[in-house]
């Protein structure tokens, strides 16, 4: 990894993921859904339950940033590997591709992983992670041709014009995926941190958008932000679902 391989920055959004997700060997009988609200029912109601995964972009702010170094001072570099994991997770190496990093971590662990389809991309990519420890899955991925080419296919999709490296440096913004994994605990996984991030125990039948786990997840960042007076709370939510019928 001497010399950095960089993507296109993804846009947040259904459809881009969608297409992701199926490139790389996810059924579609899971699909993206557009999050309106965390709080209005009738904004989530196109959603059908349980939701597997949030895929989340939010900016970096100073609130958020002096929380991610504090909380990241006190934890060692994560070096899990095995099937034992409660999640798999990729330390990120490939510059703006915390987009379909992202989406591999929403896609590979919990629920999901059952919609995995034989032989595809994301079978091979979980497959040959499980064993490997922090470093060498991170080369893995870094040099596998079928996520970069899988990344690449889907990078000119979506509303926006897909912006250049020094562009997508100073956005600032960070795509964090919020799983519930199969020990019902609420990880938040994103690639730029020291590891995967336990962030408590779900009951049953609570799922990624039930209001402890959006405590626990997303609502957590926001109210770093407003605890400290900031006022920048954009962030883009999609959740992983069964395809509605």
């Given amino acids: 990894m001497a010399e950095a391989k960089h993507f296109t920055v993804l ?14 060997g996810l059924s ?4 993206f859904y557009d999050v309106y609200s965390l709080d209005e029912p009738e904004l989530l109601a196109h959603i059908p339950r349980p939701a597997c995964a949030l895929l989340v972009i ?19 570099d994560y070096d899990g590997s095995g099937d034992q994991e409660p999640v798999i997770w990729f330390k990120q190496t490939i510059t703006h591709a915390c987009g379909s990093i992202g989406m591999l971590h929403c896609a590979i662990n919990g629920s999901a992983a059952k919609s995995i389809l034989p032989g595809s991309t994301l079978e ?4 040959d992670a499980i ?6 899955r991170a080369q893995m991925l870094y040099d596998s041709e079928a996520f970069e080419d899988a990344h690449q296919s889907v990078a000119a999709m979506g509303d926006t014009v897909p912006v250049g490296l020094e562009e997508g440096h100073r956005l600032g913004q960070h795509f964090v995926a919020f799983v519930k ?9 994103e690639g730029s941190r020291k590891g995967p991030l336990d962030r408590g125990l ?11 786990a959006l405590d626990l997840g997303l609502r957590r960042v926001m109210n770093i932000e407003k605890a400290a007076g900031g006022s920048d ?13």
Avoid: Y
Avoid at 13 to 23: F, G, I, Q, T, W
Avoid at 202 to 212: A, C, G, K, Q
């Fill in 11 to 24: 846009e947040n959004n259904p459809e881009v993921m969608n297409a992701l997700a199926k490139r790389l």
């Fill in 28 to 31: 579609e009988d899971l699909q």
């Fill in 58 to 76: 939010l900016p970096l702010t100073p609130a958020w940033d002096r929380d991610r170094r504090a909380e990241d001072s006190t934890v060692p």
């Fill in 124 to 127: 091979r990519l979980r497959a």
């Fill in 131 to 136: 064993p490997l420890k922090r470093s060498d």
């Fill in 181 to 189: 994994a199969d020990d019902g605990h609420l990880w938040e996984l």
């Fill in 202 to 212: 779900l009951r049953h039948d609570e799922d990624v958008l039930s209001p402890r």
């Fill in 233 to 245: 709370l954009r962030f883009s939510c999609i959740a992983l679902a069964p395809r509605a019928s």
